[in-house]
């Protein structure tokens, strides 16, 4: 493919770092103890306080672009886009406001709405370069699908949700009492998009040693094959037959293996999956998209059976994995022999679709 042709390149997993001054500039200060109470209660969140977005010891070296001015100003992450190669990014904060909004005693639902102004801000500066997820908190699902709502009126084009809802004490996706917010969600024709984290895990105890750090992070996307699995088995995309979800970060190797076992369950071992008409497969094609940053085996050897259509490239930008400042060249090498239809499906096609670019 000649430079002359080549498509745009959507990265659909980057990354935004706001400030809590930045999310209380938009709340009344009334609320602003309440508010910092409960951020103190979950140990701040990740990366976010001043002088904290720093590379972790051990990471010295690798490619990353953590501290740029990129990740937290607009104007400059369109130069870092452009000088990546980057059209466009969907940009997750860098820490989940779940962990804390529904610990605020007062104000939360406002909180709820000011930390997610701090996001139409940030994207404000280029709505069609810069797309930021909105955050939805799932504790209280009426307040939830007020919020999708009022999203889709500012003309937001992605939401957020948490990967695992027993990690704020709620009931998991496969209870009903979410179906008003995925009719919401469908309603308005959004993506729901999910970002891998830790799952819980009892095994360990105490801090992780680096090596085991270095065992559960690879691990960490296929954890989320339990959530597949929930929205799949329990009906969830029978009964919203149009609703997107979006997987962002764990990855696509593993899809295939784990689509195969599960189509074997249902159709040949007669486990009473009662709540879905067709093979678990249909609904990860039809619902189902998930992201990855440079797996060039899957990309050479896996793409249909994970779905060509289901695939979406990503930067990660800034963390550790980024393919930035390289991108351009990195995907003209990882690509290099895949069909240019195929390939502009993975790298900008699917992500247009998704998000309505």
């Not at 102004?117 to 799932?138: C, G, M, N």
């Not at 008003?180 to 729901?192: C, D, F, R, V």
């Not at 799949?232 to 979006?246: A, N, Y």
Request: proline share 6%; charged share 20%.
């Amino acid at each position: 493919m000649t430079s002359a042709v080549r498509e745009r390149l959507v990265s659909a997993d980057s990354h935004v770092r706001v400030t809590h001054d930045a999310v209380k500039a938009h709340l009344a200060s009334k609320f602003h103890d309440d508010y910092d109470a409960a951020v103190d209660a979950v140990g701040g969140g990740v990366a976010i306080r001043e002088g904290m977005n720093t590379m972790p010891r051990g990471f010295e070296g690798v490619r990353h672009a953590i501290g740029r001015p990129g990740n937290h100003d607009p104007l400059e992450s369109h130069k870092d886009m452009d000088q990546d190669g980057v059209d466009v990014e969907v940009c997750y904060c860098e820490f989940s406001a779940f962990r804390y909004l529904y610990l605020i005693k007062s104000g939360w639902r406002e909180a709820t709405q000011a930390f997610n102004d701090t996001l139409v801000q940030f994207a404000s500066a280029d709505p069609k370069r810069l797309i930021a997820s909105y955050q939805i908190p799932i504790h209280d699902v009426a307040v939830a699908v007020d919020e999708v709502h009022r999203i889709a009126e500012l003309g937001g084009k992605s939401l957020q949700l948490p990967v695992y809802p027993i990690e704020l004490g709620a009931p998991d996706y496969y209870d009903h009492i979410y179906d008003p917010l995925w009719g919401a969600i469908e309603e308005t024709e959004l993506p729901a998009c999910f970002h891998i984290g830790l799952a819980p895990i009892s095994y360990y105890t105490g801090e992780l040693p680096l090596f085991a750090q270095g065992t559960i992070q690879p691990m960490s996307g296929m954890f989320t094959s339990v959530q597949y699995g929930n929205f799949i088995l329990s009906g969830v995309f029978e009964r919203f037959p149009q609703l997107k979800t979006v997987w962002v970060e764990p990855g696509v190797g593993w899809i295939p293996w784990w689509l195969f076992h599960l189509d074997e369950m249902a159709t040949k071992r007669n486990y009473p999956f009662d709540e879905i008409r067709e093979a678990p497969s249909f609904y990860y094609r039809r619902n189902m998209f998930t992201t990855f940053i440079h797996e060039p085996f899957a990309v050479h050897n896996l793409r249909y059976e994970i779905g060509v259509e289901n695939m979406m490239w990503s930067t990660d930008y800034p963390h550790p994995a980024c393919t930035w400042p390289d991108s351009r060249q990195l995907v003209d090498e990882e690509f290099v022999g895949i069909p240019a239809d195929e390939r502009e499906l993975i790298v900008c096609g699917n992500a247009t679709r998704v998000w309505g670019l």
